[in-house]
């Protein structure tokens, strides 16, 4: 006999995916595999898949799509979007479940750095590109009126 | 020639060099570049990620510093010209823009009414100065030197790219290295990404891409490269050992900002230029152009 259901029905999981900016073309994809052939970095890395990615999504699997660091390994590069037969838009499919993630407070490097990089436009502005070799041997550039800055994003989140 | 000019956060930082470049050919060409005081990160795809919302209106703010200017702006950069030309696309749509100025407002900031353009410097060259006045000012040709053309992915997903190129199959800046009187070298992996944005989860990849890439450029002919994005610069100049190493190959393939190969060929001053602040040294290439006269204007 069916249990009698006692939470609300919960929307599936693509559908709050498909609710997040970018992540709308979901509804379209089938899914298949022809997206995975533009990707630089599945063709590197076989522990790389954007079709499993999303397989997982139409599964309703969404504390494992979350939690995985693969969502951080894409370079949103956007190439993947070339090889959809559906007009899908695999590349934003996956920084919307990257929105998510950092949501749902997944951790690990990717997410940090999203974060730590999140609070740098806040507070400076900008992003500081520390990574070159040698430092600068100038002064850099002023930041961006940062109090305008921290003002807008943060009228932003609260609407 | 006037624009409201966004240098972005590595040509403001860690690639000034890239900024100095720009300055030094805009006054070349007679550009003028208005400086947006106050204008912020475009959110190089992080922001839009962390605070989806408040990247469109960071970005909406940014264009109507411009738009009181009454100027287009101008980048020099693959990812903020995406991220500022797809904002200013998104912001068109009146339901949109309307529900993005009243994050402005609250903010305590000028709304945008819509309409300014965002480009990139390789358009403006092209299409601004256009093709005759460009290749009057080349006082220094580069004439002998096998340019790689490298554009990386983020300008060429930028949704006004088709106005001036073929995004699938881009020639632009094959065409400009033409009119400077370089000799392009197309080559497969170009319009390829550079690995950026993995680079703080998985640098060796990224070091594998890069390295697939140059060698793929060197295998095609070119001496050095040239790209339009100060990011793809922080991976195939200051990452060019570590890509060396991974692939085990020799690499040594100098890496100039697209502003900096104009500037060369306009004559300018290679200390001006700054590209004595590259990793991978670009004096091969100096000392190549070095034997030639600066044609005087
Ligand atoms: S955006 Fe991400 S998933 Fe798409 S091709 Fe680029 S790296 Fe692969
Ligand atoms: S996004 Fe497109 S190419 Fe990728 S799995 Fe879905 S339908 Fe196929």
Known sequence: MEPARVRPEVPPFWVEVASTPGGESIATCIPCEACSSPCPIGALDPGFSLPRIIGRVKAGRRQETLAAEDLWTCTRCYACAAGCPRHARPGEILGALRQLALRAGADGPGPRRARALGAQVRERGRIDLATRGKPSPRRARPAASSAAVRGILDAAEAS | MRYAYFPGCAASGSCRELDDATRGVAEDLGIELVDLAGAACCG????????????????????????????????????????????????????????VNRVLEKAGQDPYRGGVRVRHLLQVLLQDVGERKLAAHVRRPLD?????????????????????????????????????????????????????????????LVVRLSAAGLAEARDAGATMVATPCPLCHLVLDARQRKAAKASGQTLNVPILHLSQLVGLALGIDPGRLGVDRHVVPVTPVIEKLEDREVVKA
């Open chain 2, 44 to 99: 190089a795809g992080i922001l839009q990620e962390t605070n989806p919302e408040g990247a469109l209106a960071v970005n909406a703010h940014t264009l109507s510093l411009a738009q009181t200017e009454g100027l287009d702006v101008l980048t020099v950069c693959g990812t903020c010209q995406l991220h500022l030309a797809r904002a200013a696309r998104s912001l068109e749509d009146p339901k949109t823009r309307a529900r």
């Open chain 2, 144 to 204: 002998g030197l096998a340019v790689g053309a490298f554009y990386g992915c983020n300008l060429l997903r930028d949704p006004g790219a088709d106005a001036y190129d073929t995004p699938e199959d881009p020639t632009s800046i094959e065409r400009l290295v033409a009119l400077l009187g370089g000799n392009a070298v197309s080559f497969r992996a170009r319009t390829a990404c550079c690995g950026f944005h993995a680079l703080a989860v998985r640098e060796d």
